[in-house]
C-alpha cells in the first residue's frame, strides 16, 4: 500500500482556495499513492467559527473530495469542521464536530468524530466530542484514523488483538509542543505493532501559532520510512508491507500478552 503524506500550508477559513490548492496537489499524486493523508481542518484551518464553518458530509467540501477521489483514483484523509445534516443553529448543544474522513475510490466514506478536543484552545467550547472509534477496511488492511490531541491518549489508540495494521493521526500540532509529536508518533508504532502515519500542517495561523510540521511515516518496529521537510509544504511517499507486518506481529506476538480492560465512554 503507497501511502503519501501532504504537508501544507492552511489559507485561514477559506475553503474553496484551499480545495483549489490540494486539487493541483492531488493531480500530481494521480498514479503515484493510493492513500493521501491531509492534515486536519485542511479546509480552514484549526478556527473555533465552527457555527459558520461547519458542513454536512453532503455538504460542498466532502462532495468533491469524494469525487477527486474517484477521479484520481486516491482514497483522501484528513479532517474538516463538520454538522450533523439536521444540526440546529443553535450553539447551545454544540452540534459541531471535527470530524475525519476516509473517502474511497470506489466511493465508500467512513467518519470518526475526534474524541479528545483541545481543550486549551477552546475547542470543547465549540464542538463536541465523538464517543465511536470505527476501524476502517481497504483494500485488505484496517485503518485507525485518529486525530491531533487523541495522539496524547494511548488508551483510545490501542490496538486490541491487531484489530488494525495501519495508524493515522492528522493534525495542526504546534512548534511550542513539537517534541509530544516527534516522540509520540514512534511510541504508538512500537506499542501498537503497527504502522503509523502522521501528518501536521506547516504555517501561521490565525491564531499566531506556527507549525513546523513534522510529517512521519513510522514501521512497526519504530523505523522512519518517509518525512517531508519541516516547515515546507511537500509530500513524501512510502509503500507498506502488510506481510511484513503480519510476519513480524508472528514473530514477536507481544500483544498477546496485554491485559484486557473495557474503556468507558
Avoid at 473555533?48 to 486516491?74: C, D, H, K, Y
Avoid at 444540526?87 to 470518526?112: C, D, Q, V, W
Avoid at 500542517?201 to 513546523?212: E, F, L, P, Y
Wanted: proline letters at 5%; glycine letters at 6%.
Amino acid at each position: 500500500m503507497r501511502v503519501t503524506l501532504l504537508q501544507t500550508d492552511i489559507v485561514w477559513e477559506d475553503k474553496q482556495e484551499n480545495l483549489r490548492l490540494l486539487r493541483k496537489k492531488l493531480e500530481m499524486l494521480r498514479g503515484e499513492a493510493e492513500i493521501v493523508v491531509l492534515p486536519e481542518t485542511f479546509s480552514t484551518g484549526f478556527s473555533m467559527n465552527s457555527r459558520q464553518l461547519a458542513e454536512p458530509v453532503i455538504g460542498n467540501t466532502i462532495t468533491t473530495l469524494r469525487q477527486w477521489a474517484t477521479e484520481f483514483q486516491i482514497a483522501i484523509a484528513g479532517s474538516y469542521i463538520a454538522c450533523n445534516e439536521d444540526a440546529t443553529s443553535s450553539t447551545e448543544n454544540h452540534p459541531y464536530y471535527n470530524r475525519a474522513f476516509f473517502l474511497t475510490p470506489e466511493g465508500e466514506a467512513y467518519y470518526y468524530d475526534k474524541r479528545h478536543l483541545f481543550r486549551m484552545g477552546k475547542e470543547t467550547e465549540h464542538f463536541t466530542a465523538g464517543n465511536q472509534r470505527p476501524i476502517i477496511s481497504y483494500r485488505g488492511w484496517n485503518i485507525l484514523l485518529l486525530v491531533c490531541y487523541d495522539l496524547r491518549f494511548p488508551v483510545w489508540s490501542r490496538n486490541v488483538n491487531n484489530e488494525y495494521d495501519l495508524l493515522i493521526y492528522v493534525a495542526n500540532w504546534p512548534v511550542p509542543r513539537r517534541r509530544v509529536w516527534d516522540v509520540l508518533l514512534q511510541a504508538r508504532a512500537l506499542e501498537n505493532i503497527c504502522y503509523v502515519c502522521g501528518v501536521n500542517r506547516v504555517g501561521t495561523d490565525n491564531n499566531q501559532m506556527s507549525h513546523s510540521g513534522g510529517s512521519v511515516i513510522y514501521s512497526p518496529k519504530g523505523e522512519l520510512l518517509a518525512s517531508v521537510p519541516d516547515n515546507e509544504e511537500g509530500t513524501a511517499t512510502a509503500p507498506l508491507d502488510l506481510s511484513a507486518l503480519r510476519e513480524f506481529r508472528q514473530r514477536f506476538p507481544a500483544w498477546k500478552d496485554a491485559e484486557c480492560f473495557q474503556i468507558n465512554i
